[in-house]
C-alpha cells in the first residue's frame, strides 16, 4: 500500500529549529489534505498540524502554534513543516499521513522521523 514518507528528524538544542518533508511517489499531495503527527513512547499519536487541499488554510495544535509552520512545495510534491523555537516536549516521532475524519487514515502509518530536542 501507498505510504509517506518523512525526514528531516534530528538531535537540535532548544531553540533550534529543523524542517521535516513528506513525499511520496503515486500520488499528488497537493491533491490531499495532509496533517503532520507526532508520538511519544506510552502516549497516543497526537496531530499537530494539518493543511488543507481546498484553500491551503492550515490549522495547529496549541502547543505548537505560532512556532511551527506547515506547508506545500508543489513542485517536489512534499509537504513541509518547519519547525521553530523548538522545546525538549517537541520530542517525538513525526509522522505525515492524510486524515480521513473520524479517527480515520488513508495510509498505513510509515516509519517516521525521530525529533529530539535537548540540550
Known amino acids: 500500500q501507498l505510504q509517506l514518507v518523512e525526514s528531516g528528524g534530528g538531535l537540535v538544542q532548544p531553540g533550534g529549529s529543523l524542517r521535516l518533508s513528506c513525499t511520496t511517489s503515486?500520488?499528488?499531495?497537493?491533491?490531499?489534505?495532509i496533517g503532520w503527527f507526532r508520538q511519544t513512547p506510552g502516549k497516543e499519536r497526537e496531530g499537530v498540524a494539518c493543511?488543507?487541499?481546498?484553500?491551503?488554510?492550515?490549522i495547529y495544535a496549541n502547543s505548537v502554534k505560532g512556532r511551527f509552520t506547515i506547508s506545500r512545495d508543489n513542485a517536489k510534491n512534499t509537504v513541509s513543516l518547519q519547525m521553530d523555537s523548538l522545546k525538549p516536549e517537541d520530542t517525538a516521532v513525526y509522522y505525515c499521513?492524510?486524515?480521513?475524519?473520524?479517527?480515520?487514515?488513508?495510509?498505513?502509518w510509515g516509519q517516521g522521523t525521530q525529533v529530539t530536542v535537548s540540550s
Open positions: 499521513n492524510r486524515p480521513l475524519g473520524e479517527g480515520k487514515y488513508a495510509h498505513d
Open positions: 493543511i488543507s487541499s481546498r484553500d491551503g488554510s492550515a
Open positions: 503515486g500520488l499528488t499531495l497537493n491533491d490531499f489534505t
